[in-house]
């Protein structure tokens, strides 16, 4: 048996999968990797270009200010300068005196701020969730005058939260609609509970359409051939809800619930327009963060809102993390093609490689 040599201008082709056809086994498959690299690094090329632009916007909107931010918040307020006696144009150094001072007898504001915000955000975000999956159950039923109905139902969404707010300022005045339908006098503007009261009904009124129009989309996608099969099998319309349409319409609940507990934790224009500023009752961390910088008293501004953005990031991340919201729409896949990528690193046995 004569052994042919294979000239260099050709694939090298190992040996053994001629043998394993000759046994009957299929051959090996052949992969070429000097071609697929080259095609992988040039759309990796082309996505970097396509999104560069989207990096350089976000760069100058988010990363620049966020930096500046973080800058601001290490120098202090502009006063009497203790070596000269006179009063100091710059802005003093002191380092993380402004977060220090959070945990101290200056921080009561903003710890009043810091738990109101969390109230809003959990109380505003749970009423919302509920009326809102109402309001998509209710628009994803075939009626007539449904077209009117889910208009009506999404006004308030499309209401901006200025008009929104003088609108609910105007209800809850003394002499106003509220008052006239309880029978009762409640300064609804006013200090206390009331005041929470009354943010609380305008955000829920205002946003939990939104959640709806989100869950409605996640309805519209769950075939019918599902409940025609819960049916036959003798399921109730509460089963149907709790086995079908809520697993299934979960990913659009997330991501809705996950949109409106960041809007809710930057809450300022409603209660500021609402019930005004300096207001103890409904003070978020947002409104504190702005009369801080209207006092130019930039640093302890900087630094309340640099607490905020690390809280908002941290309740993103663990929605992300911990309750799996899929907030870019790719369905996991994006793990799934990393692991598939690690097990074809990983060669097959008998396999035959050829060098492009």
């Known amino acids: 048996m004569v ?61 620049y200010p966020t930096i500046m931010a973080l800058r601001e918040s290490l120098y202090g307020v502009k006063g009497l300068d203790p070596e000269t006696g006179f009063i100091s144009d710059t802005e003093p150094f002191v380092g993380l005196q402004n977060y220090a001072d959070i945990f101290g007898e200056a921080g009561d504001r903003f710890w009043n701020a810091f738990w109101n915000t969390t109230f809003f955000t959990v109380v505003t975000v749970g009423l919302e969730t509920v009326i809102g999956v109402a ?37 809850f005045n003394s002499d106003g609609i509220a008052n006239a339908l309880i029978g009762q006098q409640v300064l609804w503007t006013t200090e206390g509970f009331h005041a929470k009261i009354a ?74 327009l609402l019930v005004g500023a300096q207001k103890n009752s409904v003070e978020t961390l947002s409104m504190l963060a702005q009369n ?6 930039f640093g302890p501004a900087a630094a309340y809102a640099v607490v905020l953005f690390l809280y908002v990031f941290l309740i993103a991340l663990g929605f992300v993390r911990l309750l799996g919201a899929d907030v870019v729409g790719d369905g996991g896949t994006a793990r799934k093609a990393k692991r598939k990528g690690r097990l074809r690193r990983a060669p097959a046995p008998g396999s035959a490689e050829v060098s492009a």
């Not at 090298?12 to 001629?18: F, K, L, T």
């Not at 992988?40 to 560069?52: E, K």
């Not at 519209?220 to 089963?239: F, H, L, N, W």
């Open 135 to 171: 309001m998509a159950l209710i628009m994803h039923k075939a009626f007539q005058g449904r077209a009117l109905v889910r208009a009506s139902i999404l006004i308030p969404w499309a209401v901006p939260t200025a008009i929104s707010g003088l609108l609910w300022r105007w209800i």
């Open 199 to 272: 943010v609380i009904i305008a955000e829920v009124w205002k946003t939990a359409p939104f959640i709806g129009l989100l869950v409605l989309a996640g309805l519209q996608v769950i075939g019918k051939e599902v409940y025609e099969a819960a049916r036959m099998d003798g399921a109730s319309p509460v089963r149907q809800f709790w086995h079908i349409t809520l697993p299934l319409v979960k990913p659009a609940l997330l991501v809705a619930v996950l949109f409106r507990c960041l809007d809710a934790l930057r809450m300022f224009d409603l209660p500021y």
């Open 292 to 297: 801080e910088a209207s006092n130019v008293r």
């Open 3 to 63: 052994d042919a040599k294979t000239p260099p201008d050709t694939a090298a082709v190992r040996p053994s999968g001629a043998a394993d056809r000759r046994a009957g086994r299929p051959a090996a498959p052949v992969r070429f990797r000097g071609g697929q690299k080259r095609a992988t690094a040039g759309s990796g090329r082309m996505a970097a270009l396509l999104v560069s632009p989207t990096l350089l916007v976000l760069t100058v909107v988010v990363l």
